[in-house]
């Protein structure tokens, strides 16, 4: 096709200016300078002996979704070697921390001919689960060459994606046979599978409504919660630039008739915590306090700045509340889930696109509540902090809902598990 010809003169140019991108990116510490091998195929890891399950994820929202089929793989075949893949600094950290200590995992490398072959020829994986929507074309041109069978899982096409696809229905549709099953997250991204003439597509459901909860450092929680005892507290999850001023333009208002209250901001990014904190003090003249400088919390502190990695569950643990970020601002959102195993109000913005399905089920549960406008948050937050008790049925029922949504990645694996019957892989 002459696209990938095209393509891959592109990636031949870009690939002289490959590693003083990842030399720049190491300095806004994005990557990892001990391990930008892995980003030209390359690795001091040897591949364990038996079978392997590659497994990519693009960050960490596909790395905490695919957290229960992975968990499930390693309860029913625990002589199956897991390998994880992902493109960010972020979520490397976070698998890490998240997943058994048997997983290993690897940056993806760029979506170049050489490097695949490197990476392919060293791991040699039996079969390859690849996660929502992120489709490399020389990837997927190396993984049908060496006819490793792969499956789409938790596949998610959004309206924009679509119609980028579309321009190039026929390149989509030959690099989408890749896979042997395609399973959609929603009806959305089933319709759109059909229409590039997927054949082979299962929808069972959005394995993020199975997700596990993330995890809390109990003596951690215990210590917050005696030093942030009384406090009215209200979290600002995952949030983007714009949403901070925006919330503390509402937290201002808010603490001159209850000074009670504490804002906690855990950023999407939290290498901006600093930037974060110096716009609290200096334009609002708040008492900050930032998780990384590790300073002395005191009664007078009225924001937090949860400037870590793999924390939010701790959190969500403490708060009353919790807004998702990226919904209050035009970003899409981020996923609510998480947040309902933690007995709090989950309250997202007009701008869940990323996540309508997600949100629009919460809703229909009444699992969560949406504001169109900011204008309606400081009264909500005022009404439920005047409150002796305040109303926790949103959290309940939040509670019971994710709680119904864990059999998922069972139903996943028989059907992975029967496609490759002929495989005879699962078979001891």
């Given at each position: 096709m002459i696209l990938l010809k095209l393509y891959n003169i592109l990636i031949t140019l870009l690939s002289f200016i490959a590693k003083p991108y990842l030399l720049y990116r190491v300095k806004q510490c994005?990557?990892?300078?001990?391990?930008?091998?892995?980003?030209?195929?390359?690795?001091?890891?040897?591949?364990?002996?038996?079978?392997?399950?590659?497994?990519?994820?693009?960050?960490?929202?596909e790395a905490i979704s695919v957290k229960p089929l992975i968990t499930e793989i390693e309860q029913e075949f625990p002589q199956i070697h897991i390998l994880i893949t992902s493109g960010t600094l972020t979520s490397s950290?976070?698998?890490?921390?998240?997943?058994?200590?048997?997983?290993?995992?690897?940056?993806?490398?760029?979506?170049?001919?050489?490097?695949?072959?490197?990476?392919?020829?060293?791991?040699?994986?039996?079969?390859?689960?690849?996660?929502?929507?992120?489709?490399?074309?020389?990837?997927?041109?190396?993984?049908?060459?060496?006819?490793i069978p792969s499956y789409l899982i938790n596949a998610r096409i959004s309206k924009n994606s679509f119609k980028n696809w579309s321009k190039t229905p026929k390149l989509f549709d030959f690099l989408l046979r890749t896979f042997k099953l395609c399973f959609p997250q929603n009806s959305e991204t089933e319709k759109y599978l059909k229409s590039f003439n997927m054949p082979n597509i299962k929808f069972i459901g959005n394995l993020k409504l199975s997700a596990p909860p993330l995890p809390v450092d109990t003596s951690q929680y215990e210590h917050y919660r005696h030093k942030f005892k009384n406090k009215h507290i209200y979290l600002l999850a995952s949030s983007h630039p714009g949403e901070e001023e925006l919330f503390f333009k509402i937290h201002k208002s808010i603490l001159k008739t209850n000074k009670n209250t504490l804002l906690i901001i855990a950023p999407r990014h939290p290498n901006r915590g600093t930037e974060i904190a110096t716009l609290a003090q200096e334009k609002?003249?708040?008492?900050?306090?930032?998780?990384?400088?590790?300073?002395?919390?005191?009664?007078?502190?009225?924001?937090?700045?949860?400037?870590?990695?793999?924390?939010?569950?701790?959190?969500?643990?403490?708060?009353?509340?919790?807004?998702?970020?990226?919904?209050?601002?035009?970003?899409?959102?981020?996923?609510?889930?998480?947040?309902?195993?933690?007995?709090?109000?989950?309250?997202?913005?007009?701008?869940?696109?990323?996540?309508?399905?997600?949100?629009?089920?919460?809703?229909?549960?009444?699992?969560?509540?949406?504001?169109?406008?900011?204008?309606?948050?400081?009264?909500?937050?005022?009404?439920?902090?005047?409150?002796?008790?305040?109303?926790?049925?949103?959290?309940?029922?939040?509670?019971?809902?994710?709680?119904?949504?864990?059999?998922?990645?069972?139903?996943?694996?028989?059907?992975?598990?029967?496609?490759?019957?002929?495989?005879?892989?699962?078979?001891?």
């Open positions: 994005k990557e990892d300078p001990k391990r930008l091998n892995e980003r030209f195929g390359r690795t001091k890891l040897k591949r364990p002996d038996g079978k392997l399950i590659w497994c990519h994820v693009a960050s960490v929202g950290r976070m698998i890490n921390s998240f997943y058994s200590a048997s997983v290993i995992h690897q940056f993806l490398p760029f979506d170049h001919r050489i490097w695949i072959n490197q990476f392919l020829n060293h791991w040699r994986p039996n079969l390859i689960l690849w996660t929502e929507s992120e489709i490399w074309p020389n990837f997927m041109l190396a993984i049908r060459k060496k006819r609002f003249k708040f008492n900050v306090n930032l998780k990384t400088s590790k300073e002395l919390i005191t009664s007078e502190t009225n924001l937090y700045i949860a400037d870590t990695i793999g924390e939010l569950g701790l959190f969500y643990q403490l708060a009353d509340i919790v807004f998702i970020g990226g919904s209050f601002i035009p970003h899409g959102g981020h996923n609510p889930l998480e947040a309902c195993y933690f007995n709090c109000n989950i309250i997202f913005g007009k701008y869940m696109e990323n996540f309508k399905d997600i949100a629009l089920q919460l809703l229909a549960n009444s699992a969560a509540k949406q504001f169109s406008h900011s204008k309606d948050i400081k009264p909500y937050l005022i009404k439920q902090f005047k409150q002796k008790r305040m109303d926790k049925k949103i959290a309940e029922n939040a509670k019971i809902f994710i709680e119904n949504q864990q059999n998922i990645p069972k139903l996943i694996l028989d059907e992975i598990k029967a496609s490759m019957a002929y495989y005879s892989f699962f078979e001891s």
